[in-house]
């Protein structure tokens, strides 16, 4: 399997710590989605990252299609969702507000730093801002003190959190405040970087 992408992205970065975790080999192909589009237009119509690219010839984009994917190859015993489904729908629950996180923050992005300052829309860069505030709000009320969010499994829903704290924590760390502010949440963070599959696929500024 062939990852393309460069790490400083979230999306790029949960697949890469997934791959990791199941213990599937694969190669990075490091490129980026804004420098490099050409040759990412051709392996996906999108110009988007993340792209996987099998053994077969087929190419899967999008990070959540991606990782459907490889769970249901990795099987059950390595499966990264509970199989309760009580406990799953928990995990999906905070996929889906920790992944939408990482997208608005990209977002933000797009529409501050990637736009001339006298064509930015200030009402939609206020909505993105309170977007990101309740997400992160939402996300510290769910994080425990201690372990995983699910317990005592590692799952999908600390990949998503974690990848979507570091790139904010690097791109934009005022979103964060200080003190106190979302502490279980900065902590969590850090608990999962410090584990090897993480540590394997480090946030890297592209
Ligand atoms: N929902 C997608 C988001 C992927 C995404 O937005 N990737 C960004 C890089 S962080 C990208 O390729 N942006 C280029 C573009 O949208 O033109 C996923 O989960 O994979």
Same mark, same amino acid.
């Given at each position: 399997m062939i990852l393309t992408g460069q790490l @400083?992205?979230? !999306?790029?970065?949960? +697949?890469? *710590? /997934? %791959? =990791? %975790?199941?213990? !599937?080999? !694969?190669? =990075? #192909? +490091? *490129?980026? /989605?804004?420098? @490099? !589009? #050409?040759?990412?237009? /051709?392996? $996906? &119509? %999108?110009?988007? +990252? &993340? /792209?996987?690219? %099998?053994? $077969?010839?087929? +190419?899967l984009a999008d990070s959540s299609l991606i990782l459907d994917y490889l769970d249901r190859l990795a099987g059950q015993d390595k499966s990264l969702w509970p199989a309760p489904l009580e406990e799953r729908a928990g995990v999906l629950a905070h996929v889906g507000v920790a992944v939408g996180l990482a997208e608005k923050s990209v977002e933000f992005r797009t529409e501050t730093v990637r736009r001339p300052s006298e064509k930015i829309d200030q009402p939609r860069v206020d909505r993105i801002l309170a977007q990101i505030s309740a997400a992160l709000t939402w996300l510290e009320t769910h994080t425990p003190e201690e372990g995983y969010i699910s317990g005592n499994k590692l799952t999908h829903a600390d990949i998503a959190s974690t990848v979507a704290m570091t790139f904010i924590a690097n791109k934009n760390p005022e979103h964060l405040g200080e003190g106190s502010y979302l502490s279980k949440l900065r902590a969590h963070a850090a608990r999962c970087e410090s584990c090897e599959p993480f540590k394997a696929a480090p946030f890297t500024d592209g």
């Open positions: @400083d992205s979230p !999306f790029v970065r949960r +697949v890469a *710590i /997934a %791959l =990791h %975790l199941y213990d !599937f080999p !694969f190669e =990075h #192909n +490091v *490129i980026s /989605a804004y420098d @490099d !589009f #050409n040759k990412l237009l /051709a392996l $996906n &119509p %999108l110009g988007k +990252v &993340p /792209a996987l690219q %099998l053994a $077969n010839g087929d +190419v």
